[in-house]
């Protein structure tokens, strides 16, 4: 049944007065006339790192995903549904995904945000695919997720390992006039599949040689080998695929050996986390990461509710999260249902505000709209420089 005019308006102002975010949202259609939904609850499942060495990828997911639920649950749910939140921790390690994934499915879960790395990413997918449910990931950015056309059920709002690479190599060439490269990697699906294509794109432009090409083990106490191998090859730059930990020990070690030589690495490394466990050696590091965002007024009450929720600053990927969040909740409630084929077509044809601004999605599961910026560690931050 429609609502009538009025009771449309009193949603609106409550919504106004809780968030003023989800207000703009509603605009859009959270309360789009639409048939019932069957189950109870719509079941979100979050999935991603929770716990160990990668979890500061994860929980910020978990925390947007959260702030803009619990703002719906207060102004009523989507289409007078609760919002149920089904959180699962993969440790970002594939044999775990496949669990997780499996364990989703069976509780119910009618769409998925998640995973976070795209190792785990990989592996969780043909469950879902199986199941007929979405999955949509902030953070997940190997091209071949999306560009295979294996997995028509994922979706992700941050950009992929090929334009990564390809800021990372444009700014080591043109920027840093690095001439010779070494391309570090850490062997896994993100890792190593941006290390092939930062490799690709320099032997294209005929301006700078990849001089050394080499995976590291992770977890690995001791890179002293490969960071020998460095200095020997005499590299103006590094570009690192992979993630903090290997990243921290690598520079670190490079710096105690008194190499200047420049670091450039990935999102996988624009972490505080990396800058903790690096410390002064963290400092002119570069790292791509997804554009600042910081003046958009929803990003701005997004990082304020997180603040006055959790008593702190959001992590990686809190924006790319938030932004999932947003398109994943509107594309359920203008869809009307938890049907995979009709949330498919909203979020292929319709915008949602977010963090990014509008964005909707392109045929193979893209976001419209976002892209990768530098940053650099200076004083014990990341700053963007370019």
Do not use: W
């Not at 930062?198 to 032997?203: C, G, Q, R, S, V």
């Not at 965002?293 to 938030?322: C, L, M, W």
């Amino acid at each position: 049944m429609q609502m009538s005019f009025n009771a449309l308006e009193e949603q609106r102002v409550k919504m106004n007065r809780c968030s003023p975010v989800l207000a703009g949202i509603f605009i859009l259609g959270f309360f789009f006339a639409a048939p019932a939904m069957g189950a109870d609850t719509i079941k979100i499942g979050v999935a991603g790192a929770h716990s160990g060495d990668l979890a500061s990828y994860g929980l910020p997911t978990v925390k947007a995903v959260e702030l803009v639920v619990n703002d719906l649950n207060a102004s009523g749910g989507i289409n007078g549904k609760k919002i149920e939140l089904l959180v699962e921790d993969d440790v970002c390690k594939p044999e775990v995904a496949t669990n997780t994934a499996t364990k989703l499915v069976s509780q119910g879960a009618h769409i998925v945000i998640g995973h976070i790395c795209s190792g785990a990413t990989k592996a969780a997918l043909p469950i879902y695919r199986d199941a007929g449910i979405i999955v949509m990931s902030p953070s997940a950015t190997n091209p071949a997720l999306t560009q295979s056309g294996e997995y028509p059920n994922f979706y992700r709002t941050i950009a992929a390992d090929d334009a990564q690479a390809k800021t990372e190599v444009d700014f080591a060439i043109n920027i840093i006039g690095a001439k010779k490269i070494a391309v570090i990697h850490d062997k896994g699906d993100y890792g190593k599949g941006l290390a092939e294509f930062a490799k690709t794109f320099i032997e294209q432009s005929g301006k700078a040689e990849v001089i050394l090409y080499e995976g590291v083990t992770p977890g690995a106490l001791d890179y002293s080998a490969v960071v020998q191998k460095i200095k020997r090859s005499d590299a103006d730059a590094v570009i690192f695929g992979g993630y903090h930990p290997e990243a921290s020990k690598i520079v670190t070690q490079m710096r105690k050996k008194r190499m200047d030589t420049v670091f450039i690495s990935d999102d996988g490394v624009k972490d505080e986390t990396f800058i903790k466990v690096a410390g002064k050696y963290a400092e002119g590091v570069y790292a791509t990461g997804p554009a600042d965002v910081t003046s958009n007024p929803i990003t701005q009450a997004a990082r304020k509710a997180h603040k006055k929720t959790y008593e702190s600053d959001p992590g990686a990927f809190f924006d790319n999260a938030y932004a999932a969040a947003l398109a994943v909740t509107n594309a359920l409630a203008r869809a009307g249902s938890t049907e995979s084929a009709a949330i498919a077509e909203v979020l292929r044809q319709e915008d949602v505000a977010t963090p990014f601004g509008l964005i909707h999605f392109d045929e193979q599961g893209d976001a419209t709209g976002v892209g990768f910026s530098i940053y650099q560690v200076q004083n014990g931050t990341y700053v963007q420089v370019k």
